[in-house]
């Protein structure tokens, strides 16, 4: 059970501090872990720890919500980093003019 409510931990939003931090050392910040998060969704990371890493069924839907909010959040992050709230709000204002935030 200890080691069920450790690997837990591996899931959810505790995980976002650690993948700014290691971003921020090298010098990237929130972009390194925006592409980090993608990378392990690409390669099927996370589908990978939630089979090796629970053997109780409750432990791994729990397991599952956490890491479908923190899927949710991340989509969310990454819009604003690049702008993309911003640029819905300026073309349902009717601005005509083009903005590529992502280009700064």
């Known amino acids: 059970i200890v080691a069920e409510a ?3 931990d591996e899931f959810g939003l505790q995980v ?3 993948l700014i931090r290691r971003g921020a050392q090298d010098g990237k910040g929130i972009e390194a872990a925006i592409g980090t998060w ?3 969704k690409e390669y099927q990371f996370w589908t990978a720890r ?3 890493s629970f053997r ?3 432990v791994r839907e729990l397991a599952e919500r956490r890491l479908a909010a923190f899927d949710q959040m991340m989509a969310e ?3 604003h ?3 993309e709230d911003l640029r819905q709000a300026i073309e349902q204002a009717g601005s005509s003019q083009t903005v590529d935030f992502a280009a700064g």
Request: aromatic share 10%; proline share 10%.
């Open 6 to 8: 450790e690997n837990l």
């Open 16 to 18: 976002l501090w650690p």
């Open 38 to 40: 993608q990378r392990r």
């Open 50 to 52: 939630l089979a090796d």
């Open 56 to 58: 109780f069924a409750p």
């Open 77 to 79: 992050l990454e819009r």
């Open 81 to 83: 980093h690049e702008g």
